[in-house]
């Protein structure tokens, strides 16, 4: 997340490329960790709970859902920026890399929190179906050209 340059003119560095790339090495950072964090929490769930469903993946869904919600609420709770380096560190890198489902949800709930219903359950129906589809398609996109 790049910093907000609106509310912080003050300093006009922090609104140029050295707050930018020490985001970026955060979202970095925090993405690898986040990755490695997935990987080993799935395998785990898959060996202690061996099911057909995916509930390594659901687990780590519903983990990271949690996680970006009481950070999120946190960080705005304290009067700071989404886009400061913390968040930018744990929001967007390690649960980006933990999981994009909870962006998803905290942008979900945030609708909700506003009133504007049609427009979450609009953001849940076409975030389900078109990932689906958008998954079905690089299936048969890979499976047709692999080689």
């Known amino acids: 997340m790049a910093p907000d340059c609106g509310r912080e003119r003050r300093d006009a560095r922090r609104c140029g490329g050295e707050a930018v790339i020490g985001s970026a090495i955060a979202v970095a950072v925090g993405s690898a960790v986040g990755g490695v964090l997935r990987f080993w929490l799935t395998a785990w769930v898959a060996r202690v709970l061996p099911t ?3 509930l390594g993946t ?3 869904n519903i983990l990271g859902s949690l996680a970006i919600g009481g950070l999120a609420a946190a960080f705005l709770n ?3 920026s989404a886009s400061g380096l913390w968040p930018a ?3 967007t890198g390690l649960l980006g890399g933990f999981t994009t ?4 949800s905290l ?5 909700m929190q506003e009133g504007r219903w049609i427009l979450a359950a609009g953001n849940v129906v076409l975030s389900v179906i078109l ?3 958008a998954v079905w398609v ?3 996109v890979g499976v047709t050209y692999q080689g």
């Open 52 to 54: 057909v469903l995916p």
């Open 58 to 60: 659901i687990v780590v």
């Open 78 to 80: 304290r009067g700071q």
């Open 89 to 91: 560190l744990l929001m």
């Open 101 to 104: 489902f909870s962006a998803f």
């Open 107 to 111: 942008q979900t709930l945030m609708l």
């Open 131 to 133: 990932c689906l589809i």
């Open 138 to 140: 690089g299936w048969q």
